[in-house]
Every structure is written in structure tokens, then in C-alpha cells.
């Protein structure tokens, strides 16, 4: 076909009429509906979504994006969408989706912790998340909403669902305390250790929470002590083991307690502050004591004398050294060891009583002036260790130096110390060296040759051998004796019958003698006199007869011829 040809037919074909039309087009219904409902969908999802919030973690360990989840009491209320780090690089930002109807829960004081897997001697706690993989715990918390939190690195030991108090105990070591350490009431546990820090002062201070009812036992005069110590002591009763309890041992603790005679008190404030000693016996001692302070100068070595060494009186613990110092007297040109001693006057006063008052100071003044004295007494010879004995001896030459004013003086006495017991022993030590050892040993030597000579000498062994053939005779002996025995049963028997009659018709004699003789006269003098040693003749009948029975072959050999069956 040519160009002219095609031409031509495009020319034959008419042109299209254009035609408006009027109204909607159904195709568009279509459309319409799929974007009211993705908008439907949007402002769906929209409005069932909770609140987006960030929690700041030191470490991430255990959080996945998109299966991380927030649970509250086990039930899971939002979901980690995101997770970087902070600015600095130091910390790990948690970006998460809160479920609707959370919001009441993001108040100021809400708590957010990663829950891990924790296996320890301690305690087992969340297995579970070894196969379903760590979560974020939540404690909702009140004030007003927010969006920003910063994680806790442990789980809180109290939450606003738990009620009792806090307190805070200041100690000077911290031993085996850490968060969560329990805290026990008379073996029952009450309470655990929140956490601690270091004081300005370098004590430490540690923050405890203990549970209702049991913070209502804790007042002012409560004591608090650490537990899990093991004490072996050697008295007269013989040497003791004491120990707590196999969980204290292990994990340590806390325990505390209240005296009887406080009852009646009112309840510590809540954050009150307490001191925790070291163990039981330094809290009983040491606790809500008024301590008056004296010093003491002793003219001797001092050592074995320590920071803390008892102070008794009358076997009494009535107090301990506080201080030991070293002073220079420039006017005698002499060095001083001043002694400073605390004393618990109101022990004090409870053991000696002055016209029945208990005051402390009126004690403490009718002793000094009773002649109070210091001495350094061994507390054990094993160890060296030297306490302070408080005696009552005016008559004795009181060594008082007068150089302090401020502390009043105790005076001292001379006593015997371990340096006294080694010199003592040294001397001993020397006679023994100074005794002729060598001749005492030759001479010890001599005389064990001689008795081995003797041992062993001819005549020795012919006696032997002569006591074995007496040994063999007396043996046959003993068997005839055995034989014969039976024979001479029969006529011991008879005899001891015809003896029994006899002594029955003696003392029917006595008795008509008896009802016929006057009681006063002569004659009646010498019958009682007769009739006592009849009586005896017949007990000792008595017993011949039952010996005869027991041993027949006495008849024939005598006494010394009875053989051992």
C-alpha cells in the first residue's frame, strides 16, 4: 500500500464527537473505601496505642527490639521499640511502647529494672527468663506523668506495696553487707539492706527497710549487730563453739533488738539513725551507756595491752581501754604512757550499791575514795593479752603521777605480767641448765645395767622355774579338793542341823532364867553379862555354820587350803 493509499483511508475515517457527561462514577467507590478504611485503621491503631517513653540502663545485656517486654505483676503492659545509646556513650537508652491505659503508671516515682537470670549462694530467682529471654519489670509510681526514667540496676527490696519503714545504720566496716542482705528480729526475718555509701566522715552508712509489723519493734533504744560470726571460747565448762545459723554463715546479715524494759517506748522515726556494731556482746556493752573517761599510769611495760581490752572489777566487765598515748614529761625528763580507760558507771553502780542509792557519780566517788586501784592482769598466758582489774586496796602504795587534769586519775599497783611469768620461767630454766645432767644420766644408765643383770642372772631363772612347779601343785591340788568336795557336803549339813538345835535350847534357857531371876539382883547382873556373850557365841556360830556351807573342804585343809573354783 503506498502513502497515497494510507492517506486516503485515515482521511475516510470521521472524527470522534467529544461528549460531557454529568454525575459520579461508580470506579470511584472503590478507592473511596480503601481510603476511609486505612484511615479507619490509622486512628484506630493511633488511639490504642499507649504512651512512648525512654528508660536510661548502664547495660543493655538481655534487651531485644521488638520481643523485649514491660511487665507489671507478670502481665505485660509495653514493648521495647528501640534501643541506642546516650550522647556520651556511658548508657543504654530504652525506647518503649506503653500499652493503652498505662499512662497512670509513668507517675514520677515508677521503678524500671531488667530482670535476668540471677544464680548466686544467695538465692535462684528468675529461671524463667532463660528461655523466654529477659524483660523489664515495672513498679508504678505516683506524682505526674513523664516520659524520661532512669533504670534501676537491682530490683527494690521495698515498694509503695510493702509497708513498714526505713532506717539507716552507720558502721565503720562493711563486712559481708550488700542490697539484699537480710535483716533479722530474734531469728525471724523482718527486713533486708536497700543499699549504702560512704559518709563524709568515712563511715559507712547503710540504708535498711524493715516490714510491717516488725519495724514497731525497732525504737530508740534498739540495738543493731551483725550476724554470721563463729566464737570459740575456753572456760571451766571446757572449750565452747558458738555459731549462728547456717544461712548467716554463709551470707552474713543484720539482727537487732529492743530491751525489755524498753516495751513500752514509741517506734523509731522513720529514717532514723542507729549505730551497727560489731557483734552482739560489743552492742550489750556498748549501748546507750553513759561512759566516764579516767586515766591510768603504769610504771611498767605495758605490752600485750590493747585498744579495746576489758576493764573489770570484781570479775565484771564494767568498761575497756579507750586510748593508749605516750606524754613527755620535760620537767622530770621522763616518758609517760597514760592508760585512758572508759568506765560504765551505771554497771558500776549496779553492783555496788553506796547507803542504797544507784547514782553513777555517788558510786564512782565512794570507790576512788575507798582506794581504787588499777592493775594489768593476764586475760591469757597463750596469747600475752593483758585487761585491767579494778581492786579495792587503801592500805597498798598507790602509784599516782598527778600530770594529767583533764581525765580523773586512777591510781595503779604493781602486778605480775607475762614478762614477769617468761623472766620467772628463764630462771627456772636456768637452775635446770645448772644441774648435773650428765652424771645423773651415767648414773641412770648404771642402774639400768644393773637391774638387767639381775634379770637375767642364773638364780633368777631357777626361781622362776621353781615357782612354775608349785604353780602345777597347787593346780592338782585344787582338783582332789573338787573331788572330795561332795562326800563332805552330806556331813556338813548334819553337823550344822545338830549345832542349830543346840543355840534354839540355849536361848530357851536364857529366857526362863530371864522370867525367873530378879531384875535387881546380882545374880540377874551376871545372867545379862552371861546372856550377852552367849548371844554373841551364838552369831558367831551363825556365821561359822553358813562359812562351813559356802567353803566344806575348810574341814580338812583349814583356810589355806581353799582353791578358787
Same mark, same amino acid.
Given at each position: ?6 492517506? %486516503?483511508?485515515? #482521511? ?11 454525575? !459520579? ?45 514491660? &511487665? ?14 546516650? #550522647?556520651?556513650? &556511658? ?188 557483734? %552482739? ?93 588499777? &592493775? ?42 607475762? #614478762? ?7 630462771? /627456772?630454766?636456768?637452775? /635446770? ?110 556365821? !561359822? ?21
Amino acid at each position: 500500500m503506498t502513502e497515497e493509499e494510507k492517506q %486516503k483511508l485515515f #482521511d475516510d475515517i470521521p472524527d470522534a464527537l467529544l461528549e460531557r457527561r454529568r454525575g !459520579f462514577s461508580i470506579i470511584w467507590v472503590i478507592p473511596l473505601i480503601v481510603v476511609l478504611m486505612a484511615g479507619w485503621l490509622t486512628v484506630t491503631t493511633i488511639s490504642e496505642y499507649g504512651p512512648e517513653i525512654s528508660i536510661t540502663f548502664q547495660n543493655g545485656d538481655g534487651l531485644e527490639v521488638g520481643k523485649t517486654r514491660i &511487665r507489671y505483676k507478670n502481665i505485660e503492659v509495653g514493648i521495647v521499640e528501640h534501643v541506642r545509646f546516650s #550522647d556520651d556513650k &556511658r548508657e543504654v537508652i530504652v525506647e518503649a511502647r506503653m500499652d493503652k491505659g498505662t499512662k497512670s503508671f509513668l507517675g514520677s516515682g515508677a521503678k524500671f529494672w531488667i530482670v535476668r537470670p540471677q544464680i548466686s549462694l544467695r538465692e535462684v530467682s528468675a529461671l524463667g527468663t532463660l528461655f523466654s529471654g529477659s524483660y523489664i519489670a515495672l513498679i508504678p509510681g505516683d506524682g505526674s506523668p513523664q516520659e524520661e526514667f532512669a533504670g534501676l540496676e537491682q530490683p527494690p527490696i521495698s515498694t509503695a506495696e510493702t509497708s513498714g519503714r526505713k532506717f539507716v545504720l552507720r558502721t565503720a566496716n562493711l563486712n559481708s553487707i550488700e542490697a539484699g542482705t537480710p535483716v533479722y528480729f530474734r531469728g525471724i526475718h523482718v527486713g533486708d539492706v536497700l543499699s549504702y555509701k560512704l559518709a563524709d566522715d568515712n563511715s559507712i552508712l547503710v540504708h535498711i527497710f524493715i516490714s510491717s509489723p516488725y519495724h514497731r519493734k525497732v525504737d530508740q533504744n534498739s540495738y543493731f549487730w551483725n550476724v554470721g560470726e563463729t566464737k570459740l571460747t575456753l572456760s571451766a565448762d571446757g572449750l565452747q563453739l558458738k555459731t549462728d545459723s547456717l544461712e548467716t554463715l554463709l551470707y552474713g546479715g543484720i539482727a537487732f533488738d529492743s530491751p525489755d524494759s524498753a516495751d513500752t517506748s514509741a517506734p523509731a522515726d522513720d529514717g532514723g539513725l542507729f549505730i551497727l556494731y560489731e557483734n %552482739k556482746d560489743s552492742a550489750s556493752r556498748q549501748r546507750g551507756t553513759k561512759k566516764t573517761s579516767y586515766v591510768t599510769y603504769f610504771d611498767r611495760s605495758i605490752r600485750g595491752l590493747k585498744i579495746g581490752a576489758p576493764v573489770e572489777f570484781k570479775g565484771i566487765r564494767i568498761g575497756s581501754v579507750a586510748d593508749i598515748r605516750m606524754e613527755i614529761d620535760s620537767k622530770e625528763s621522763t616518758i609517760l604512757i597514760p592508760v585512758l580507760v572508759d568506765i560504765d558507771a551505771e554497771i558500776v553502780a549496779n553492783i555496788v550499791r553506796v547507803n542504797g542509792s544507784t547514782s553513777p557519780e555517788v558510786t564512782m566517788d565512794f570507790l576512788m575514795n575507798s582506794g581504787l586501784r588499777a &592493775r594489768l592482769s593476764v586475760d591469757s598466758y597463750l596469747t600475752g593479752q593483758l585487761f585491767i582489774d579494778m581492786v579495792l586496796d587503801p592500805e597498798s602504795n598507790a602509784h599516782v603521777v598527778g600530770y594529767n587534769e583533764q581525765y580523773p586519775e586512777i591510781p595503779t599497783l604493781s602486778s605480775a605480767t607475762v #614478762d614477769d611469768v617468761v623472766s620467772a620461767i628463764a630462771a /627456772i630454766l636456768k637452775k /635446770i641448765q645448772g644441774l648435773p645432767i650428765e652424771d645423773i644420766g651415767q648414773e641412770l644408765l648404771e642402774t639400768a645395767q644393773g637391774t638387767n643383770r639381775l634379770v637375767n642372772s642364773s638364780e633368777i631363772q631357777t626361781v622362776g622355774s621353781s615357782l612354775q612347779h608349785t604353780l602345777a601343785s597347787l593346780d592338782e591340788l585344787s582338783i582332789r579338793l573338787r573331788s572330795n568336795s561332795k562326800s563332805m557336803e552330806s556331813d556338813v549339813v548334819k553337823t550344822s542341823a545338830m549345832i542349830r538345835s543346840v543355840l534354839q535350847q540355849t536361848e530357851t534357857t536364857i529366857k526362863l532364867m530371864n522370867n525367873i531371876l530378879d531384875p535387881g539382883s546380882p545374880v540377874q547382873y551376871q545372867l545379862n553379862e552371861m546372856t550377852t556373850e552367849l548371844t554373841a557365841a551364838a552369831r558367831s556360830m551363825r556365821d !561359822f555354820i553358813e562359812y562351813l556351807e559356802r567353803n566344806p573342804q575348810v574341814l580338812i585343809h583349814g583356810q589355806g587350803g581353799i582353791a578358787s573354783p
